[in-house]
């Protein structure tokens, strides 16, 4: 089960990132197709949540991520992993 | 005669150019230093290549020569040259005895004997001189070895002299179009069959010659002073090439570029000046990328070298761009800026740091990561493609590795940028 606190901060990151209604990120969303992320504002993206979170995303690993839910898994795990 | 062309520990002052090929692989004028170094030696009946290890598998396909192989060194007397020289006429002699020698700290050549070297057992060049040391005569060499990347910048022009004066033919053996002119010395001109100089071309060769390769197509409204190289197949679409320029095979080029090298199959098709600048293969420069090459104060301009600015003692220096890296539309390049292999430069109105790392981006004015390697190699294979170039499985392997060499470097740019 996602960890409520990583799970809301993400998505408040990423309505932030992209300048979005809170309601528009749910974890099912693509970031490209659904929340019109370009490639620039994913690196972005991947920036906010290293700063966020206090971790450091493999870029390769992290451009995988379609989706907000994806996210969500990747960076509890990068979590878990970097700060037990 | 066997000659042996090796690279020593100061391959990497050369980066980001030497880090995607062998420093001897480096344009100098019309040719490389390891086409000049041969150049001496029309007679040597066989030849070998030592590089760092991790190129050796791409370099080894691209030489058609033993590369990094220990028992070619035994097997008989040979010359080893260092493939830094930049041999003007002065090449180390071939035969004579035993003797090393020394440009400074540096060794620039070794010719030992098929006896000497019998009784030494080393597995590359510098290992082996380093066992010779004692039992061979040193000399002070006088060739110059290039130790820094604007050093190449520095000697283009004599190296173009040079190769225009190698040449068999002068004149023109291609198309000269009506109303193109050879604007001083019509004999200190070369187009070559294929090649072709389109109407409203002006070839100035008051200062020096001008070379226009085969294939080489140049473009109405181009003015190309000399010394200046234009490489096989390359294209000049408009612009002022002015004095000391080697534009490489299949490059597409227009703007302002003066004493400046792009290695080979790059682009910067657009206005914007580049100057005193290396370009490595498959860069694209956007519209009006631009680089600085003298500073406001006429001081010497300070260049990062493994990771510390050194002193480059010249006042007109510019940047220094390693392969498949792209800007932006307006980028803006810093007095002696380094860029590395692989980035992707989003510049803007700002002035760009002096440094920075292979395969990161710089974007809203901050050093990041990259968008993945398979993002990478996707776009490598398709701006190959477009010049009917494979990326292959062992360029890959190369780019690969290359970025993990590079990691750290980048990690701690990334990381002083969010600061």
Known sequence: MADSSIADRVRQVVAKQLKLDLDKVTDGAYFAQDLGADSLQSMELIAAFEDEFDIEMDEDEAVKVKTVGGAIEFIERVTAEQHG | ?419
């Not at chain 2, 390891?34 to 040597?44: C, N, S, T, W």
């Not at chain 2, 030494?120 to 060499?141: F, G, H």
Request: glycine fraction near 12%; hydrophobic fraction near 40%; aromatic fraction near 8%.
């Open chain 2, 1 to 419: 005669m066997r000659i042996c062309i090796f690279e020593d520990d100061k391959a990497d002052n050369l980066y980001p150019l030497s880090l995607l090929r062998p420093t001897f692989e480096l344009r100098c004028g019309a040719i490389s230093l390891r086409e000049r170094i041969l150049r001496g030696y029309p007679f040597a009946r066989d030849a070998c290549y030592f590089v760092r290890d991790y190129l050796a598998p791409v370099y080894r396909r691209a030489a058609g020569k033993p590369v990094n192989d220990p028992a070619w060194l035994k097997r008989d007397g040979l010359l080893l040259v260092n493939g830094r020289m930049l041999a003007l006429g002065d090449w180390p002699a071939a035969q004579g005895g035993d003797e090393i020698g020394m440009r400074g700290d540096d060794v620039a050549y070794a010719r030992l004997s098929a006896a000497t070297v019998a009784a030494l057992d080393a597995a590359d060049p510098l290992a082996l001189i380093e066992q010779a040391r004692s039992k061979v005569k040193t000399v002070n060499a006088p060739q110059t070895l290039i130790s820094y990347p604007w050093a190449l910048i520095e000697h283009n022009n004599e190296c173009i002299a040079a190769d225009f004066g190698a040449l068999p033919h002068k004149g023109v053996h291609g198309e000269l179009a009506q109303m193109s002119v050879i604007y001083g010395d019509k004999e200190m001109a070369y187009v070559a069959p294929g090649a072709q100089v389109h109407p409203l071309v002006v070839l100035d060769t008051h200062a020096g010659p001008v070379i226009i390769d085969e294939g080489a197509k140049v473009f109405p409204h181009t003015r190309i002073e000399g010394p200046s190289y234009i490489g096989r197949g390359a294209h000049i679409v408009g612009g002022k090439i002015r004095e000391g320029c080697s534009i490489g095979p299949m490059c597409r080029v227009g703007g302002e570029v003066e004493e400046s090298i792009i290695h080979g199959y790059s682009n910067k098709y657009h206005d914007g000046f580049l100057g005193h600048a290396y370009v490595g293969e498959w860069v694209n420069l956007g519209a009006l990328t631009t680089n600085s090459d003298l500073k406001n104060d006429y001081g010497n301009v300070e260049v990062y070298v493994r990771g510390e600015l050194v002193n480059s003692g010249s006042t007109k220096v510019g940047c220094f761009i390693g392969d498949h890296t792209k800007t932006s539309i307006g980028t803006l390049f810093n007095t002696g800026t380094v860029v590395g292999v692989g980035c992707i430069i989003l510049g803007g109105s700002e002035i760009l740091p002096k440094h920075v790392p292979s395969f990161a981006w710089y974007y809203n004015g901050h050093i990041a990561k990259g968008g993945g390697f398979d993002a990478f190699t996707d776009t490598a294979r398709t701006a190959m493609g477009r010049r009917g170039v494979t990326l292959t499985d062992e360029d890959i392997e190369l780019l690969r590795t290359a970025r993990k060499m590079t990691k750290a470097e980048r990690s701690e740019a990334i990381r002083k940028a969010r600061r």
